[in-house]
């Protein structure tokens, strides 16, 4: 232990002289950029304009169905909204947003210098990148049902056999698998180099239990990557196999079958969700003890319980397909599957709460986020509850609650946890700090239009109206709840609006945040903000999870308490 | 006693919440419907006490462990507690004998559901789902129709459930009559079976919950629950051969002889095409076009006209024919009661 490098003296405190250079030179150095930091930014930049662009297709969509009976857009450009917005903010927000903070916070908390590939990161950031182009170049070049479309309008899921040739002829359907199948490999690629990263390239001293949370997270949901975007690459080629080679996997007419490419989606479909909301997990998992001032409660637990809901949630995937007709011994199997990974969650939830018990909680607008997450994702997780008997779901399946339940979790869960990510490391990436202020008018905004909309989603679904639908009946009693609805999504459009303002506005006239500004304990905090493309001038070494704290607190260090033969459990005296 | 009381008290305030909404689960009048929202219940009230428990704990955290420091002062770190296997241990088993408790009553309304025994006098339906419409054949009465599937009122004390036969013709699509039964998809080049006993005779709302091309919206389910006098009497005049009338003979030609035979029936003329709906009793429905339109003698002519008018998306093409033509064949149709 005797020749541990303290964390202070990882510091440089050179200042870099940047010299002014000139636009094309700025754009060469960040297209040909393998550093881990600058790719993160491009997959966080890439993933807000998409965050923006599906943003906008929802709410034309909202628009259309604020009132019965409308016209504003043609049935047609309705399913060419819906697809794209599904598969945008599914394949081209939130993976992307997601993969762009594990790329730039791993490398900085295992104390290394980039990933461990640094040129496949730039690789799949790139494919990925182009995937979503291709996906919006439809736009341009495709065409869809019997040559009406031009976008994909075939829903994010795409079941056969509404993807087949004689019903939907033209190419926007190949645009769609395309530039999932490109988006896949990129998404492998920088999986397989997140695992390599978290295994291989840690700090002296960073054991596999002294791991920050966010990178056991990011760690599982990259080995669940693996296994969940494999089914789909694999039927995309089935599908473009049936589409021009004359296959008939999904070919109803021809003897195929259509449940068949429902399992294949959905293998991919669910533990996707869960690959999804892992890294607001791990977010949460660093934010909330911060700012509690107090450690994680139940380090080995939370592991346990991350490492349970990734196996699990491997074999839930039917509950998509209760509707389906697989009979009454593969329904009650997918309920048992489906109702156990509700207790590691419910775990983490307890966890979360327990970390709070007792602390000091300091209410910044991350903060405020991260406590929505909290909240929100407890009804999600609840109405996910609901949605796991079998019987209620015959009922809820296809219906607006769904829709409900899933944004409540995409939104009201991973968002907000994103959100309240972006508040607590854009100090660390742009050296300054989001204004508060604006944070707060977003935090209320946000929370306003998102309950508006989607507590009130809930109940056209148990009113009989499924999703899907470009309008809808007037005698239904659906219209003052799409009215609500509706106008919740001008709240949100206008918080999102002022948070990309906030961020534009805080890079130049921010607070200067220094190293530290939070007073927190992962190794991100050690160097400067921003870091340089080294990250460390010296690699820190480790002794406890919460090395910052070690050093803050030398007269009572974590590394005290955490021993391998006990890691946690212990209480302090 | 307690949970069995509020279990009602949910009941009531949930089915009456919605007022008389036509689509509402929670107001169910056949067994499986009725099932469901027996389980549903349960569920809520399981879900809902969760909620209570933690979001109040969440509360009770977030006001009571607030900092109170000012801005910008530092305050004293609170003690670091890394975890407690016993607490934590307690949160996992209770969870696990919840779900345990869930998944029996899941399971057990699953299999009275998906393995009810069938009776021998159970009536069969076969539906068919079409891009964008619905056939209902009743094989052992000959009859032929759609958009409005008829059956009979199912009496408690001698129960007279419906068993519906399902495939699709074209894409997946879902039968779903929220008041009746859960959904059951019907998907191509497979069969699906659901059954439904309604207790009260009326007419039930659904739709096609599967999307399943560009006028899914439009693809509406209508069932009408008769008393038994009144669905033989249905069955028996849907039996007849189509209404001649010579006073339309007109309009009858111009069917024949244009492409509408290619794609529609009319049983005892030249049309004889399966790929739209059968219009053998066509003036006997309430609606056209999927239920988008009351069937009227100037919506049939708009959607003769051009089926865009109400069903933008629709495989039935516009027919193009003059003004004349367009009237005939509106009064020809409207006579086949």
Known sequence: MATQTPVTEVLDLTVEKAPQRRWLEVLHDWVTTVDHKKIGLMYIGYALFFLVVAGFEALLMRVQLAVPNNHF????????LFTMHGTTMVFFVGMPILFGFGNYLIPLMIGARDMAFPRLNAFSFWISAFGGLLLYFSYFGGSGLYGAGSAPDVGWFAYAPLTAQVFSPGHSTDYWTLSLLLTGIGTIGTSLNIVATAICMRCPGMKMSRLPLLVWLYLVTSCMVFVAVSPLTAAQIMLMLDRYLGSHFFDTQAGGSAVLWMHFFWIFGHPEVYILILPAFAFANEIIPVFSRKAIFGYPAMVAASVGIGFISLSVWAHHMFAVGMGPGANTFFVLAT????????????NWLATLWGGKIRFTVSMMFAVGFLFQFLIAGLTGIMLSVAPFDWQLTGSYFVVAHFHYVLVGAILFMLFSAFYYWYPKMSGRMLSETMGKWH????????????????????LGMPRRIYTYEADRGWMIWNMVVSSGAIFQTIATLLFVYNMVWSYFKGEVAGADPWDAWTLEW?????PATYNFAKIPSVASRRPLWDLKHPEDPDSHYETTEKPGGEERP | MFACHGLYDLAVIVSTAFGDNPTNIFAPVGTPAHSVFGLSMLVLWITGAIFVLVAGILLYVLVRY?????????????????????????????????????????????????????????????VIGH????????????????????????????????YLTMSSADTDHSFWVPRLAGKTDVIPN???????????????????????????????????????????????????PAVEDSRVAEGRAVFEHNACISCHTIRGTVATGRFGPDLTHVASRDTIASGAVPNTAANIRSFVDNPENFKPGALMPPMHLDSHDLDAVTAYLTTLK
């Open chain 1, 339 to 350: 109702m156990a990974v509700s207790v590691p969650t419910g775990i983490k939830i307890f």
């Open chain 2, 66 to 126: 607030r900092s109170r420091a000012a801005d910008g002062v530092t305050e004293q770190e609170p003690p670091q507690i890394y975890g407690s296997n016993q607490i934590e241990l307690a949160w996992t088993v209770i969870p696990i004998l919840i779900v345990v408790m869930l998944f029996l009553a899941t399971a057990r309304v699953i299999y009275t559901t998906e393995h009810a025994p069938k009776p021998a006098d159970a009536l069969d339906v076969t």
């Open chain 1, 73 to 80: 857009v043609s049935p047609q450009v309705f399913n060419r």
């Open chain 1, 526 to 530: 050690s160097t400067t903000s921003p």
């Open chain 1, 443 to 462: 935090f209320w905004l946000f929370l306003i239009g998102f309950h508006l909309t989607f507590d009130f989603m809930h109940v056209p679904g148990l």
């Open chain 2, 190 to 240: 497979r069969v699906n079976t659901m059954w439904i006993d309604p207790q009260e005779t009326g007419l039930y709302l659904g739709q096609c919950a599967q999307y399943c091309g560009v006028q899914h919206a439009k693809m509406l389910i209508r069932v009408y629950v008769d008393t038994p006098a009144a669905f033989d009497a249905w069955v028996a005049h849907q039996r007849q």
């Open chain 2, 131 to 162: 891009q964008f419409w619905w056939e209902y054949s009743y094989p052992a009465l000959g009859v032929v129709t759609a958009n409005e599937l008829h059956v009979p009122v199912s009496d408690p004390k001698h129960m007279l459930p419906t």
